[in-house]
């Protein structure tokens, strides 16, 4: 699904070849939700939709709010879409901050993506994160950790940020920056959809088809070899 997962393949000894064929995302889905009436005050809606587990490091987000200052961090809200092993650790850490819990909400996945104003993505590991897609063709801004499959995605300053590994000083400083910055919020957003529509499913799903028929090609000309 990406060239990490190319890189990591290989240096564990695959040698075979292979086809490069990414996640796919579907961008009218992302593109059309509607926004959730109980969060349409004031407040700048950080969103993380992710498994609720210690690789996800969604802390990371909960620590940057306690590193704003008061006053920003009063105009904040971070919304939690997801469930885990994590989820009680987490709650006790967002303690005294604006944080809401979601549960899974399957189905209001693409509303929440459009409540929100800045999509997070705190992950360790991920070779073509479709969270963070899903978040890109919602239109938002992302945040993001430093990681390979981030990088592939997104260019810092452009789509979002990129930022360092479990750093919450640095989320903090792009939280503040958005959170001041409404143009420079729509601009990333409008950035971050266009690159994922590079991923649509209509582009993909043309990858896949090509893929397979160049399989049955190769198998069709090595019967008449054989022959």
């Known amino acids: 699904?990406?060239?990490?997962?190319?890189?990591?393949?290989?240096?564990?000894?695959?040698?075979?070849?292979?086809?490069?064929?990414?996640?796919g995302v579907a961008m009218d889905e992302w593109g059309h939700g509607q926004r959730?009436?109980?969060?349409?005050?004031?407040?700048?809606?950080?969103?993380?939709?992710?498994?609720?587990?210690?690789?996800?490091?969604v802390d990371t987000i909960i620590s940057a709010l306690r590193c704003l200052p008061a006053s920003e961090r009063a105009r904040a809200r971070l919304l939690v879409v997801g469930d885990g092993p994590a989820l009680a650790q987490?709650?006790?850490?967002?303690?005294?901050?604006?944080?809401?819990?979601?549960g899974p909400q399957l189905s209001e996945r693409p509303n929440f993506a459009a409540t929100s104003d800045v999509y997070c993505f705190t992950a360790a590991i991920a070779s073509h994160p479709m969270s963070l897609l899903e978040?890109?063709?919602?239109?938002?801004?992302?945040?993001a950790h430093n990681i390979d499959g981030v990088r592939q995605l997104v260019s810092d300053g452009v789509e979002g940020f990129v930022l360092p590994l479990r750093d919450p000083s640095?989320?903090?400083?792009?939280?503040?920056?958005?959170?001041?910055?409404?143009?420079?919020?729509?601009?990333?957003?409008?950035?971050?959809?266009?690159r994922a529509a590079a991923f649509g499913w209509d582009r993909v799903a043309g990858l896949v088809e090509e893929f397979y028929r160049s399989v049955l090609t190769r198998a069709q000309s090595e019967q008449r070899i054989d022959r």
């Open 36 to 57: 959730l009436p109980n969060f349409t005050d004031t407040r700048l809606n950080l969103l993380v939709q992710a498994r609720l587990e210690p690789r996800n490091h």
């Open 135 to 143: 978040g890109m063709a919602a239109e938002r801004p992302v945040l």
């Open 90 to 102: 987490l709650r006790a850490e967002s303690a005294g901050l604006e944080v809401v819990f979601a």
């Open 170 to 194: 640095a989320y903090a400083a792009a939280i503040s920056r958005l959170l001041h910055n409404p143009e420079l919020r729509r601009k990333m957003g409008q950035a971050a959809r266009r």
């Open 1 to 23: 699904v990406s060239q990490s997962a190319i890189d990591s393949m290989r240096r564990i000894g695959f040698t075979c070849d292979g086809a490069l064929i990414p996640n």
